[in-house]
């Protein structure tokens, strides 16, 4: 299994057309990813460790 998959993943990373495909589709979820995280607008920092001092 694991030869057959590193066979399929070599073969699609040598077609140009499949990595462009899959590189925009990682990006596009790093994307989503990151509007998922700060969507909510919350762009607060944490309180500095030393403000105390």
């Known amino acids: 299994m694991l030869r057959r998959s590193t066979a399929i993943i070599t073969t699609l990373s040598a077609n140009p057309r499949a990595r462009g495909v899959g590189l925009t589709l990682y990006y596009l979820a790093i994307i989503a990813?990151?509007?998922l995280?700060?969507?909510r607008g919350d762009f607060s920092t944490p309180s500095f460790v030393?403000?105390?001092f």
């Open 33 to 35: 990813s990151l509007v």
């Open 37 to 39: 995280l700060y969507g």
């Open 50 to 52: 030393y403000q105390g």
